[in-house]
């Protein structure tokens, strides 16, 4: 844990120490009101704020508690989850929304605004000073908690009232560049799904309904037609581990579920199980999972690479082309959403959670068969699309968590005092409302025995250094 020590003015205080009242724990619903009440979920809280329409019905019952509300302004905390990452969390409510009643999983935090800024205190918690702390006093196993006495002794560190204003002035700023960013990305993001959905739409033109009108040369079949044969594997004993490179390997369903084979998703096979070398997958295989969630049974892929000794498992099949079908054209034609949709409308299963599609199940999807030209140019385009959507959507994922990265530095950076603002940026507009003596510090005496302590060196996460130079990168790009 390094330290990090406090601009001069700053103080280290508590929680406790800014609260204009008590922290108030909200009511089960089991609690019931004295009316009939609206009760947030704890999922209403995020970085956004407080979403009041994420409610559920509270049960009224005469002579009961009255519920603790949370108006506009309030910081409402997440004092029990069944995630660390949801724990703690908090958010302030904002203007314009009518008092909602708190679960008995939140608190309600009221603040003394001459001394804290609420909008401040929320760029304060989700610092990574404050998350340690949290994540260090949670307890309790499957549902953690926080004790109220544990967040009262959450330790802040605060600048005077009109530094606060100023650092707010410059996070509002670059937030909204982050965001106009992270808006662009969520539209990079669809944008690679819509270009794979066209590639995948343009082997299966108006499949709405089988048997319908299709383009001069097309004609409707079962995709048994166009399948040589299927090959299935069977079931071995193996061990949790993945093979090592001189071992056999069974290929596990996640290879075949994400749209790309992977071939690092497999179990070693077992010393002494009997070894058949023709269910040993090769380059250029059509493989599918016949067996798995409803979500995922049906999932395609064409093996692009392949390891040596990695086995077809009891799960998987291997589909193998007539002569004159193009393999890529029927690979891409089994990922579309209408053959999707018939599997699944095949699929059978004792438990909702494992279904099954069989063999003849499968080859008795009708499907619109194109002429062996139209099915080449087709599975080259689709191809090269899906395969180009493969490569940009991992580049936009970095580029999302860089996003965050960088939200994340710009908190901390601002809860820590160093902040700095382009020249005529942030200046610092309003006064504090604090007594202000002449030295460099504008806590007296006084308010500090009321509040808190001098500032001495905080304790600060030991951050990787890379990860806050990639998020200045993306700053600058974005």
Not at 107 to 129: A, C, F, K, T
Not at 158 to 164: I, M, R, S, T
Not at 212 to 223: D, F, I
Request: proline residues 7%.
């Amino acid at each position: 844990m390094a330290e990090l020590e406090l601009p001069p003015g700053w103080v280290d205080i508590r929680l406790a120490d800014v609260l204009r009242s008590p922290l108030a724990s909200g009511r089960s619903k089991a609690s019931g009101a004295n009316g009939r009440w609206t009760v947030l979920r704890p999922t209403a809280l995020s970085l956004a704020g407080v979403d009041c329409r994420d409610v559920d019905e509270s049960v009224g019952g005469a002579g009961r508690r009255d519920p603790v509300l949370a108006r506009a302004g309030n910081f409402l905390i997440c004092r029990s989850a069944g995630t660390l990452d949801r724990l703690g969390r908090g958010a302030l409510v904002g203007d314009g929304f009518a008092p909602v009643a708190l679960p008995s999983s939140m608190m309600r935090v009221q603040v003394r605004p001459e001394i804290l800024h609420p909008e401040y205190l929320g760029h304060l918690w989700r610092s990574s000073l404050v998350r340690d702390q949290l994540e260090a006093a949670a307890v309790g196993g499957r549902m953690r908690s926080l004790a109220i006495r544990a967040l009262k002794e959450v330790r802040l560190p605060l600048p005077p009232l009109a530094e606060q204003h100023r650092i707010l002035d410059i996070l509002r700023e670059r937030l909204r560049r982050l965001d106009r960013g992270g808006e662009a990305l969520s539209r990079a993001a669809a944008g690679v799904t819509l270009l794979q959905n066209a590639a995948h739409g343009a082997l299966a033109p108006s499949c709405d309904a089988p048997f319908q009108s299709l383009p001069p040369g097309w004609s409707w079949g079962q995709l048994g037609d166009v399948i040589k044969r299927i090959e299935a594997g069977r079931s071995l004993k193996y061990d949790r581990r993945p093979a090592s490179s001189d071992e056999w390997g069974v290929v596990k369903t996640s290879a075949m579920t994400r749209g790309v084979f992977h071939e690092t998703e497999n179990k070693a096979v077992r010393a002494g199980a009997r070894i058949d070398e023709g269910h040993e997958i090769k380059v250029g295989d059509i493989l599918l999972c016949r067996a798995n969630t409803p979500d995922h049974i049906g999932a395609a892929v064409q093996v692009a690479a392949c390891r040596p000794r990695l086995l077809l498992s009891d799960k998987s099949l291997r589909l193998v082309p007539e002569q004159d079908i193009d393999g890529r054209w029927l690979a891409q034609l089994l990922a579309t959403s209408y053959v999707r949709t018939q599997i699944s409308q095949r699929s059978r299963g004792a438990l909702a959670s494992m279904q099954n599609i069989s063999q003849a199940g499968l080859r008795n999807i009708p499907i619109p068969i194109p002429p062996p030209d139209e099915q080449k140019r087709l599975g080259q385009r689709a191809t090269a699309w899906t395969l180009g959507g493969q490569r940009l959507h991992p580049q936009v994922q970095q580029a999302q968590e860089m996003s965050e990265q960088l939200r994340q530095a710009l908190t901390d950076a601002a809860c820590t005092g160093r902040l700095v603002g382009p020249a005529g940026v942030g200046t610092p507009q309003r006064e504090s409302a604090l007594p202000v003596r002449p030295d460099p510090s504008p806590w007296t005496d006084e308010s500090i025995g009321r509040w808190g302590h001098r500032p001495d060196l905080w304790p600060t996460a030991d951050r990787d250094t890379k990860t806050t130079i990639a998020a200045v990168q993306l700053e600058l790009e974005l």
